[in-house]
């Protein structure tokens, strides 16, 4: 008999040193959406740089989270990022079309020179047509928009591909300057989307 619960007592604590060795847990939720670690894109992994919500007034539109190769913590490092990057968003609340589109095309132009705004015009006006395809972004929605180098810039919608491939690096960077540029769509999820709290 003491010899089982001293075999038990072993079994037991061998588990629970086992336990201090699993890994953290493998996502992280905001409001309610869970961003995985590390995610695959192009055939490289990819880790969570940072997550957060839009917020608009009161409301909470959609959870971002941005995925690079490697953590950056400034705009410019994020930009001058040369591997695979993903922006991925999941709507938590019905949004029509017409109004995500106008709120992407305005965060872009608040947030590009006039220059630049002319160079990716074309492209630009590709992606609007990507939100004429579909009426509405619905609650649960994923919209996922991935730059890949040498092939461009695809964008998912509930992971089904929609709209044409955009090939310019500067069209994916002034996408992401809709939340990280100097006159963000929310001063909150900027820092989230680079790692701070």
């Excluded at 839009?54 to 539109?61: L, N």
């Excluded at 930009?79 to 949004?95: K, N, Q, W, Y």
């Excluded at 591909?161 to 909150?188: C, K, Q, T």
């Amino acid at each position: 008999m003491k010899r089982r619960n001293i075999l038990k007592s072993l079994v037991a604590a061998t588990m629970l040193a086992g336990s201090f060795c699993l890994p953290a847990l493998a996502a992280v939720e905001v409001a309610g959406v869970k961003f995985d670690d590390s995610i695959k894109v192009a055939g490289s992994e990819l880790k969570l740089n940072g997550a957060g919500v839009r917020t608009k007034v009161i409301f909470k539109v959609y959870a971002a989270g941005l995925y690079l190769t490697e953590k950056k913590s400034s705009v410019a490092d994020v930009l001058a990022t040369s591997g695979p990057r993903r922006v991925a968003i999941t709507m938590l609340r019905e949004v029509s079309s017409e109004d995500f589109g106008k709120a992407f095309m305005d965060g872009m132009n608040n947030n590009t020179d006039k220059n630049e705004r002319t160079r990716i015009l074309p492209q630009t006006m590709k992606f609007g047509e990507v939100f004429a395809q579909i009426p509405a972004l619905k609650k649960g929605d994923q919209l996922t928009l991935d730059w890949t180098p040498g092939e461009g810039t695809q964008c998912y919608l509930n992971g089904k591909r929609i709209g044409e491939l955009m090939p310019d690096v500067a069209f994916y960077n002034a996408v992401l300057r809709i939340w990280l540029g100097d006159h963000p769509v929310d001063s909150d999820l900027k820092p989230a989307l680079l790692g701070g709290k």
